[in-house]
């Protein structure tokens, strides 16, 4: 036992000093980017596939990941009306804090009144008018879409939230069967850790999505642009820091107790990864890894994350907010409070609809106001130019907005170890970025062990069989 206590601490070291090297190498590969977008931006846009790569071989594993960790959470929980609960929570707070982060955009938005003095010119029209054709759906078709052609096209078409409906009756089925039901939990556990495994070693080309990304994003937007707009772009990150830090993190503080600079610093790998990528999309495996390890439990997790990415987007609120403003000023037909409003709670539904869709901020501006306010689709393409640089700021805020409310969801249903949660974001129980599983018996051994780790978090969920 001594030798064992002795070499323990060796392993964790050596696997933190290795990915360490990683996230060094993606910071080098940002800057390399930029800096190739800035002197040879025509060779720079040639480099997307770099990033669009990386960011589709993460997309790859997202189906799979939810999948494994809703059935083995459910199959976990002893009442299924416990599940329900935790979903019904999750909705009712991201509608809310969807209409929060409208109200912000809206006063700052007012405020700054970034769009006036701008001058709308046919090649700008054309270019706003082009984005209507993105392919957003309309919020009847994407709840629609929410049901997938067959239980296996759920996992081939990359559809989140078809993973998360077939993931919920596989879930409840297998609690359901009981006993019965071991066989296919356990398989499910081992086909979870060959998933997490693959993720991980997908990470090591992180560094090269990274400097495709940039060096793309930086290229095809200029600096012309970026000088031309930077009121704009200033105002709307000063936004989602105002909304993230204060509104957010006085929320975790207050009915969490949880710091958020602590909870930031322990996701501060994630961030990166968004921020190099430009995709929100590309940390949601890792956040569903962390989340569990963390302390939150696994039904938390599953339902709450996955559903967040579709209808808990604050940013991109925030983004639809200060656009319409910017452009209605810029076309020289401010909108009035009254005129504001609706159109805003229109958007706030539309938005709905496009989660998911590349580029769904544009894609979303663009289907909402053509049917709501079709006079200033016009002014879309002013801001056509510097999109993918206030994408960045989008999928930040929404990543944090989806981090805070997982461990709040988890609070609220007392489905979180605080002691746990302690002992992470002090440092003292370092996250496996290599298995990004929390597996204290190895991989060998009885299965059943590592699934006794699962009712741990809350206080109401037991195994099947017990």
Not at 138 to 165: K, R
Request: overall charge negative; proline content about 4%; hydrophobic content about 50%.
């Amino acid at each position: 036992m001594t030798s064992t206590a002795a070499t323990a601490p060796a392993e964790p070291k050596a696997k933190r000093d290795r990915t360490h090297y990683l996230y060094i190498a993606v910071i080098i590969a940002v800057a390399l980017g930029i800096a190739v977008g800035l002197i040879a931006p025509d060779f720079a846009t040639e480099l997307k596939p770099l990033g669009t790569g990386f960011v589709n071989l993460i997309k790859m594993m997202i189906s799979p990941i939810i999948f494994c960790t809703i059935v083995l959470g459910i199959g976990s929980v002893r009442k299924a009306a416990k599940v329900g609960a935790v979903g019904g929570i999750a909705l009712g707070y991201f509608m809310v804090m969807s209409v929060v982060a409208l109200a912000i955009g809206l006063i700052v938005g007012n405020i700054l009144d970034p769009g006036t003095g701008l001058a709308v010119t046919d090649a700008v029209k054309e270019t706003g008018q082009a984005q209507v054709d993105a392919e957003a759906k309309s919020t009847v078709d994407f709840l629609m879409g929410i049901i997938p052609t067959t239980i296996v096209s759920a996992f081939t078409a990359g559809e989140v939230l078809q993973t998360l409906l077939v993931a919920l009756l596989c879930g409840f089925a297998l609690q359901a069967m009981g006993s019965a039901g071991q066989p296919v939990l356990r398989g499910i556990e081992h086909i979870q850790r060959l998933v997490f495994r693959v993720l991980a070693m997908i990470m090591w080309a992180a560094p090269i999505g990274a400097f495709g990304a940039i060096a793309a994003v930086t290229g095809s937007a200029g600096v012309d642009a970026l000088k031309s707009l930077a009121v704009l772009m200033l105002g709307f990150y000063t936004t989602c820091v105002l909304f993230i830090f204060l509104v957010l993190g006085t929320m975790l503080r207050v009915i969490a107790g949880v710091n958020v600079f602590s909870l930031f610093k322990y996701l501060g790998r994630e961030f990166l990864l968004i921020l190099s990528t430009s995709s929100s999309e590309s940390a949601l495996p890792r956040l569903i890894a962390k989340m569990e390890h963390l302390g939150v439990s696994k039904p938390v997790v599953g339902i709450t994350v996955p559903t967040g990415y579709s209808f808990n987007l604050d940013g991109t609120m925030i983004y639809m907010t200060m656009a319409s403003l910017f452009i209605a000023d810029a076309m020289g037909t401010p909108m009035s409070i009254g005129e504001q409003i609706p159109l805003l709670l229109f958007l706030l539904v539309a938005s709905k609809g496009a989660a998911g869709v590349s580029g769904a901020g544009l894609a979303t501006l663009a289907g909402g106001l053509q049917s709501h306010k079709p006079a200033l689709v016009d002014g879309i393409g002013l801001i056509v130019g510097i999109d993918r640089f206030m994408s960045e700021a989008r999928a930040l805020t929404n990543f944090a907005g989806n981090a805070v409310a997982t461990v709040l969801i988890g609070t609220w249903t007392k489905e979180i170890d605080r002691a746990r949660v302690d002992e992470v974001l002090a440092g003292r129980a370092p996250f496996d970025e290599k298995t990004l599983l929390d597996d204290d018996h190895g991989t060998g051994g009885d299965v059943d062990e590592p699934r006794a780790e699962l009712p741990e978090p809350g206080g109401e969920k037991e195994l099947a069989k017990a």
